[in-house]
């Protein structure tokens, strides 16, 4: 398995980005997908988690500003990220839960 992560890039405070994790090649519609995040100095935390059947789950300090989906037939997830903040700051991963394997990170800037 392999996970490619798309989409990070610079934007102010109050913005939007859109992040994408496709696994080309592969069928990951029976695992729960998830992204997380590393922001400097900091360890790696789960941002959202949408289970094999559409269950989300998201961190407190993110919870209603993003949004996690998943298109099983494109094998990919995404999170739509609105309202940024400045503590967003991170480098964020896409994983499939069970493989063990991790995107490449895509790093997320928010300016003030």
């Known amino acids: 398995v392999q996970l490619q992560a798309s989409g990070g890039g610079l934007v102010q405070a109050g913005g939007s980005l859109r992040l994408s994790c496709v696994a080309p090649?592969?069928?990951?519609?029976?695992?729960?997908m998830a992204w997380y995040r590393r922001a400097p100095g900091k360890t790696r935390t789960l941002v959202a988690r949408?289970?094999?059947?559409?269950?989300?789950r998201y961190a407190a300090a993110v919870s209603g500003r993003f949004t996690i989906s998943r298109d099983n037939a494109k094998n990919s997830v995404d999170l739509q990220m609105t309202n940024l903040k400045p503590e967003d700051t991170a480098v964020y991963y896409c994983?499939?839960?069970?493989?063990?394997?991790w995107g490449q990170g895509t790093r997320v800037t928010v300016s003030s």
């Open positions: 949408i289970s094999s059947t559409g269950v989300r």
């Open positions: 994983t499939a839960d069970g493989t063990g394997v």
């Open positions: 090649g592969s069928t990951l519609t029976s695992n729960a």
